[in-house]
């Protein structure tokens, strides 16, 4: 039998209404949720990704700014910026969107962000607190893997989750968020890399395998446990047949013969992306009035 979908636009959009309450609620209390979110250069995928940030801001009631830098910024233009934002008491959250140009550097510019206005939850210090199992903002696309998986009732504890890619943004985050002591975790995790040699004998092995190494269709069926659950976190841009399309990290039309549920791309991690941002921004301007 074909695996059944994991609707994750579903799921970001009931997110969205109970951030939207949330965010009515501050506005109650004379706070209006602003995010900045800061775009440098114009790659086609970053800029449909600063749209879709937009488009649910306004439609949860966050404020957005939007800031377009050039790609030949100098770093100094953009940590100015951002300590002007930190500074900034209507400004909450602050997003740079990745990746930099190459002559910029990431980790600079992340640093450079308050780490209570951090709701990408990259900032060196939050990370930390993640690991430590403290509260923090949690990167949005890890969030909304386990809020997907959560909501779907697919249980964590005790399973063997096999994680492939190990990104600052998704992989790595994303072992520590599964493998913390609560209800909502309790995975034994393994993390699978681009070096990681006979990939396949891990994955084999995954109750829960989440695909986030950024290459169309890795995930082979043959790669896959009859049963398992299979979350993909790539959207990939090709061009097949003359026209360019988005493609996941997973074989899909084979993999969904194997596994029992299966996240769709496009309609899947993303819109949970975009969902669990705006509840870290309404989590930063509730923070920042209490
Ligand atoms: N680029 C790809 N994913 C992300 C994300 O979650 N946040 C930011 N800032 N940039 C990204």
Redesign the pocket.
């Known amino acids: 039998m074909a695996a059944s979908l994991i609707d994750g636009k579903l799921i970001a959009a009931r997110i969205r209404e109970e951030v939207a309450a949330q965010v009515s609620v501050l506005k109650q209390k004379g706070v209006r949720p602003c995010l900045a979110v800061i775009l440098v250069g114009d790659d086609p995928a ?1 800029r449909t ?1 600063v749209a879709a940030k937009r488009k649910a801001s306004q439609e949860v009631g966050i404020r957005s700014i939007q800031h377009h830098l050039a790609k030949d910024v100098a770093e100094s233009g953009l940590t100015e910026l951002i300590e002007r934002l930190n500074c900034d008491s209507g400004v909450h959250g602050i ?5 930099l140009p190459s002559h910029v550097n990431e980790y600079n510019i992340i640093s450079a962000i308050s780490p209570q206005k951090d709701v ?1 939850g ?1 900032h060196p210090y939050n990370a930390g607190r993640l690991i430590t199992g403290l509260d923090t903002f949690i ?3 890890p969030f909304g893997v386990s809020q997907m998986i959560l909501k779907s009732g697919i249980e964590t504890s005790g399973k063997h989750v096999v994680i492939v890619g190990r990104s600052n ?2 992989g790595k985050p994303l072992t520590n968020l599964l493998v913390q002591k609560t209800d909502t975790a309790n995975a034994t995790v393994t993390l699978c890399h681009s070096r990681t040699s006979n990939i396949k004998a891990h994955t084999l092995q995954a109750d829960i395998l989440i695909a986030a190494i950024g290459r169309s269709r890795f995930i082979t069926a043959d790669m896959v446990k009859p049963g398992a659950v299979v979350i993909d976190v790539g959207i990939n841009r090709i061009e097949e047949q003359g026209k360019v399309c988005l493609v996941g990290d997973v074989d899909f039309e084979e993999v969904r013969k194997v596994a029992s549920r299966i996240t769709p791309v496009p309609g899947g991690v993303g819109p949970m ?1 975009v969902a669990m ?1 705006m509840q870290n921004v309404a989590k930063a301007a509730g923070l920042s009035s209490s």
């Open positions: 970053s990704y997003l740079v969107q990745l990746p990408d990259f990167p949005c696309t943004i998704v992306t941002l």
